[in-house]
């Protein structure tokens, strides 16, 4: 309707007024353009200087239209200029709940997941460690992936920096041997890795599933 006759003014104004920033006409013209999933105007856009991260009068960034339109590869290039994909709009939506409400296809929630799980594992966050197989006393630890070499650290010494050969969400079949008659064997954010040695390391993160299945596919992103 008019609205979208609207837009595609802005944009197109902003596409031929040379190599100038935005102005208050058409600040929103990277928004018009990640909704329609015009890449090539993106691309342009971005390069006049439009902000990746500015939000609409409905509260919305470029790479959640994008995430609500299923354009993958837009979602893709939006993220290497530098979208985040943790805003949160006021009805509580992120670019990776808009992907999931998407039917079209998920290449978009794909690339946003593993944008994710990329920061989350190079960052690094707090998590349950448990010793001895399972039946040591789980402590704390900070947990994170060197990036350059694909090692995941919890501390210096050389048995605390391993390469992982597997990363899975749940206990593996040796845990829940070793550990019949305790509790903790189904905490929701329990996964394991298979260290290139062949040990495996039980973690626990905070977040339940949603946050483990994000380290098991950082951890395999980045080794």
Not at 7 to 23: C, D, F, H, M, Q
Not at 60 to 88: H, R
Not at 162 to 191: N, Y
Request: proline share 3%.
């Amino acid at each position: 309707g008019n609205k979208e006759a609207l837009e595609k003014i802005v944009l197109e104004y902003a596409l031929e007024n040379g190599s100038r920033a935005p102005t208050t006409t058409t600040s929103y013209a990277l928004h018009c353009a990640a909704k329609r999933g015009d890449l090539p105007s993106v691309r342009k856009l971005t390069s006049k200087g439009y902000d990746v991260n500015a939000v609409d009068e409905d509260g919305y960034t470029p790479l959640m239209l994008a995430a609500k339109g299923g354009y993958g590869s837009l979602c893709q290039f939006l993220i290497s200029q530098g979208a985040k994909c943790d805003i949160v709009n006021q009805r509580h939506e992120t670019a990776l709940s808009l992907a999931r409400k998407n039917r079209a296809g998920n290449d978009a929630e794909r690339v946003i997941l593993n944008e994710l799980a990329r920061q989350l594992v190079l960052c690094g966050h707090r998590v349950k460690k448990h010793t001895k197989g399972g039946k040591g006393a789980p402590h704390w630890k900070k947990l994170k992936m060197v990036g350059t070499t694909g090692v995941l650290r919890w501390g210096r010494s050389g048995r605390r920096n391993v390469i992982c050969t597997e990363a899975e969400v749940g206990p593996s079949w040796m845990f829940l041997q070793d550990r019949p008659k305790k509790r903790g064997v189904h905490e929701p954010g329990l996964f394991h890795v298979v260290t290139a040695d062949n040990r495996e390391v039980h973690f626990v993160c905070e977040g339940g599933a949603e946050v483990a299945k994000l380290w098991v596919r950082g951890i395999k992103l980045v080794t």
